[in-house]
């Protein structure tokens, strides 16, 4: 597993390594206990000759004839990932987006765990969602470090979504998953990904126009 | 604008495009009139010269020294790129994130309206959110042709969503926008389009772990 000691894997590795995790708790979950090759790539939407190659560096789960087991699979991709610990994490805007977010199960069984929550609208401060208090973003240095959150996700308007940015960024933040239909501007060293529905909703748009 | 007649634009141009029309829709919000490269570059993330050279295609528009008429590169763009006219769209599965998604005004600004929505549950069936029935999935294909309904969004869970893309193929469909977090199979000429959130929480948990 020592390829993923190196700093920099292409971006597409990490969306197929993450299609194979969401792929393999689908067949956990139906208690599949091996998999082979060829229906995880059939599931993965991945050709089987990659999925292959992409698998032999966790060559040592795989059983020659047999398949992989599927729960150990999970792990060791995980783990090569750094993504088997626990992600604390910031959201921005509590709005129903936010809310959504707060109440999609898959984030904490995944590890990623929204602990704090913040919004600028004096009406929202104080309020309880999903168990958590509405703060104003002016606490967010401190709960940051008493937390130890360490990604934030920004869920605001458009419009707001740069302050937003800025406030994570002075408060320590390094990695930002951001909602708004906005790009935003970021220190060096600061990683954004972008959750950009309009990208997708734009090329279904544009295939369909093509297809008439 | 020919060059969108074109059957097959590289997804990455459409991305950059998709990027250009928010960040000139931040601008005309802010009721700036003109735009040049520079700017745009800037504030879409896209360097300067690949920014020249696809609105080159565009370049009608350019006023030399000037810039670009915001609204009217906007209009421009979307007509290319085939999204100036409405959307209908049907979305299975009214659990938090499908009514955040009902809430989303940037869908409807943008003329992607969500008119029909579906869920298998009978205590929602009847039940009235932002306006819209809340419908069984088997009256999906008379609505999709009583509606004009193109492209369809998958918002249940995951171990429902295989389903709900058959229910969506069934009815005619040929483009899925798909939140659940798993894979789809889909015949051929169906295009699916996945919003993964951990594919972007992965990527910024590992960038995160190479930079400590």
New interface residues.
């Given amino acids: 597993m020592d390829i993923l000691k190196e700093?920099h894997?292409p971006?597409a590795t990490?969306?197929r390594?993450?299609?194979y995790?969401?792929?393999l708790?689908?067949f956990a979950?139906d208690n599949v206990e091996v998999i082979s090759s060829n229906p995880l790539a059939?599931?993965?939407?991945v050709n089987a000759s990659q999925v292959r190659k992409d698998l032999a560096y966790f060559g040592e789960f795989g059983i020659r004839g047999v398949g992989y087991p599927v729960l150990s699979l999970i792990k060791a991709i995980t783990a090569s990932?750094?993504?088997d610990q626990e992600?604390r994490m910031a959201l921005i805007g509590v709005?129903?987006?936010g809310?959504?977010?707060l109440?999609?199960d898959?984030?904490r069984a995944?590890g990623?765990n929204i602990t704090a929550i913040f919004d600028c609208d004096p009406f929202k401060i104080g309020e309880i969602v999903h168990g958590l208090e509405v703060r104003c973003t002016s606490d967010l240095p401190r709960l940051v470090l008493e937390a130890g959150i360490?990604?934030g996700i920004i869920t605001t308007p458009?419009?707001r979504a740069q302050r937003a940015a800025e406030h994570l960024v002075n408060a320590g933040l390094?990695?930002?998953?951001n909602f708004a239909?906005?790009?935003l501007?970021v220190p060096e060293?600061v990683?954004v990904?972008?959750?950009?529905?309009?990208?997708?909703?734009?090329?279904?748009?544009?295939?369909?126009?093509?297809?008439d």
């Fill in positions: 700093k894997i971006r990490i969306q390594l993450a299609a995790v969401q792929v708790e689908n979950r059939l599931a993965s939407g990932l750094g993504v992600w709005g129903n987006l809310k959504a977010l109440n999609h898959d984030f995944r990623f360490e990604i458009p419009e390094a990695g930002i998953l239909p906005a790009r501007h060293g990683n990904e972008y959750v950009d529905f309009f990208d997708h909703l734009y090329t279904l748009a544009f295939k369909h126009s093509r297809q």
